[in-house]
């Protein structure tokens, strides 16, 4: 459907464990990207409108592998979380290797959402992640998760003082939670400008 992008029809696509196998790109892609454990998987199950779609991990840091969902033409890319401590040394290359991997692939790349819990200052990781966007020019949002955690007038100053931080302007910032669903009509938006 022109316009808009119907959610009812999200589908669980592959896991893939190695770039080599993903398949070529041959729809608009939408790439969830984040620290492990800061909400991916409850954001995506908060856009489909999906309780059990993507599993959400009470251990964190099982989402070993890259898994592909297909929403109604547009493919939505489950990344695995970055900088799970809890895992060998090994583990963590080949996770870091499957994001490099997915990202030096000739594929369409419509839009990258970078997961930033709202209630921290800016961690590392999330300055390397969205250091790494930056530089390969990639389009991106950053949605800052878990806000109902905080009050309106904490999430807006904290808002400001993580785009600050990583350097982008405070309107490629959206606060999200996937608890009472703020900022997921405002993602859908941003998704539908980068995908139709
Ligand atoms: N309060 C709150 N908890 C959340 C929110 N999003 C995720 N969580 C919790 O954070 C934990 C990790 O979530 P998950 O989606 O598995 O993160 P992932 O590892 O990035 O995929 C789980 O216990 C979720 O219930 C949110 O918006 N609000
Ligand atoms: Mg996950």
Redesign the pocket.
């Known amino acids: 459907m022109a316009g808009s992008i119907n959610y009812q029809l999200a589908r669980f696509e592959a896991s893939y464990g190695t770039v080599a196998q993903l398949p070529a790109s041959t729809t608009p892609e939408v790439a969830v990207a984040?620290?492990?454990?800061?909400?991916?998987?409850?954001?995506l199950n908060k856009l489909f409108n999906r309780k059990g779609l993507v599993k959400?991990?009470?251990t964190?840091?099982k989402?070993a592998n890259i898994n592909f969902f297909d929403v109604d033409g547009i493919r939505f890319v489950d990344l695995p979380?970055y900088g799970f401590a809890k895992v060998s040394q090994k583990e963590k290359q080949r996770w870091a290797n499957l994001i490099s991997g997915y990202f030096a692939q000739e594929r369409s790349f419509n839009l990258v959402i970078a997961?930033v819990d709202i209630r921290h200052d800016a961690q590392k990781l999330d300055h390397e992640m969205v250091g790494f966007l930056r530089e390969s020019e990639l389009p991106f949002v950053v949605a800052l998760?878990?806000?109902?955690?905080l009050g309106r007038s904490k999430q807006m100053q904290q808002a400001a003082t993580i785009a600050k931080q990583l350097g982008i302007d405070r309107e490629q910032v959206v606060i999200?939670?996937?608890?009472t669903g703020q900022g997921i009509d405002e993602l859908r938006r941003r998704i539908a400008d980068a995908c139709l």
């Open positions: 984040g620290r492990s454990n800061v909400g991916k998987s409850s954001l959400v991990s009470s964190p840091g989402t979380g997961l998760t878990k806000a109902d955690k999200t939670s996937s608890e």
